[in-house]
């Protein structure tokens, strides 16, 4: 068998640049995937000539331009730039707050008019406070923007993404509630967004290039040539980039997800939403946002070149075995027991683990990036 300098462990972002690196060093990498396709959560399954996201949307943004340049040499970007609306009882508002949503809430036009309709709002609530810090999340959303924004545009997505009472949330989840004065719908700060053009599989068939893939085969199957038990076998060192408890058997209890279920329809129609995100922010209404995956990368008339159209509902939901881990729970419980496994994969001198699940951490796809840019390969 060959001997490889890198056995890989999950085709993510994480591990398809470590392949890159590692490849233009001339190391030889085999990265395989339990999934029966490459990519990880950035993966695009084409329906319908679209690219649907199918582990959730996802809009590349970054200020750092070493990570901009580094993508975009492999695959050009498009120039989506997320500007999500949300809709509470059917009335629609931009996001993220800006001078656009304070006129459809209240029909102020200027941003002084805005403003001390603000501060109106959050010195009742302070004056209910009465000098005291806020106890949980309501109060302390309540406290920044004022009970209008809070029930129309966060109580209701919050309840439904933490499938508990804002009231039973912990305040520090919300630090800040960023509020533009200025007709500003883009919800990203950075410098560059996009999506590459022609979807995520690109991006990562142009990453992996040049490694040896092997989708459909679990590290952990005993039966595999390439499992925990005989890795060290074919090759020299592993990068690992799967769920860090479950590489150490549970031994010191399991770390817990949020999960999103995503209900996908293929419709006989152009525009559905005519954005690509939407929403959902009343509280009775069971899904948290509407995906209409052509709008990432069909703009203007380009839209109608294509009668139909895909979108996603997605249900925030508890994670259960089986399920696909997506958000870390960062609470006490959790954070321990992460620092346990984190202290072990801290002695293994052949092992790199990263990624979103070997660290326990949510990371965005950039930041994933710069930190393999800054490995040693
Ligand atoms: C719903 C959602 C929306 C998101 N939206 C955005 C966004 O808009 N913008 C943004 O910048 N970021 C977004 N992200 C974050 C982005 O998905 C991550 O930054 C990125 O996927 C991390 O890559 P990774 O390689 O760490 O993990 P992953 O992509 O999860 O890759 C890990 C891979 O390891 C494989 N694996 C695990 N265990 C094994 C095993 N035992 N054997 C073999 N293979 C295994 C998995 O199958 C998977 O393919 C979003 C995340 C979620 C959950």
Excluded at 115 to 137: F, H, S
Aim: charged share 25%; proline share 4%; with cysteine.
């Amino acid at each position: 068998m060959i001997k490889y300098d890198y056995l890989i462990v999950g085709s993510g972002l994480f591990g398809a640049t470590f392949a890159y690196r590692a490849n233009q060093a001339g190391k030889k990498c085999l990265v395989i995937d339990k999934r029966p396709h490459l990519g990880g959560n950035v993966y695009c399954e084409r329906i319908a000539d679209i690219n649907v996201h199918k582990y959730g949307a996802h809009i590349f943004h970054t200020s750092n331009k070493q990570v901009w340049d580094f993508v975009n040499s492999l695959v050009e970007f498009n120039r989506y730039t997320n500007c999500p609306v949300a809709n509470y009882k059917g009335k629609l508002y931009n996001l993220p707050f800006n001078m656009n949503t304070f006129y459809q809430m209240w029909g102020v036009q200027t941003p002084d008019a805005a403003l001390a309709k603000i501060e109106e709002q959050r010195r009742n609530v302070l004056n209910d406070l009465q000098g005291r810090e806020p106890a949980n999340l309501e109060e302390q959303a309540l406290s920044l923007v004022g009970r209008d924004i809070y029930e129309k545009l966060i109580k209701g997505y919050t309840e439904k993404q933490w499938g508990r009472k804002c009231t039973e949330l912990p305040a520090f989840i919300i630090k800040r509630l960023p509020i533009r004065l200025v007709f500003d719908n883009n919800y990203f700060n950075d410098k560059y967004q996009g999506v590459p053009i022609g979807g995520y599989n690109k991006l990562i068939e142009a990453l992996l290039c040049g490694s040896e893939v092997k989708t459909d085969l679990d590290f952990f199957d005993k039966t595999s040539p390439y499992n925990s038990g005989n890795w060290r076998d074919v090759a020299n060192r592993l990068v690992y980039t799967g769920p860090i408890d479950e590489f150490y058997d549970y031994v010191y209890g399991k770390l817990e997800y949020r999960t999103v279920r995503f209900e996908t329809e293929l419709l006989n129609e152009a525009n559905h939403q005519g954005n690509a995100v939407v929403n959902y922010t009343e509280g009775s209404v069971p899904f948290t946002r509407v995906i209409e995956h052509k709008h990432f990368e069909m703009f203007g008339p380009e839209v109608y070149e294509n009668p139909r159209t895909v979108i996603s509902r997605e249900y925030s939901e508890e994670y259960r075995d089986g399920m696909e881990p997506y958000y870390p729970i960062n609470n006490e419980r959790n954070n321990s027991i992460a620092e346990k496994y984190r202290s072990r994969s801290m002695s293994e001198c052949d092992i790199v683990f990263g990624g979103r699940l070997a660290e326990y951490k949510y990371y965005d796809m950039a930041p994933v990036i710069e930190k393999v840019l800054n490995l040693d390969v």
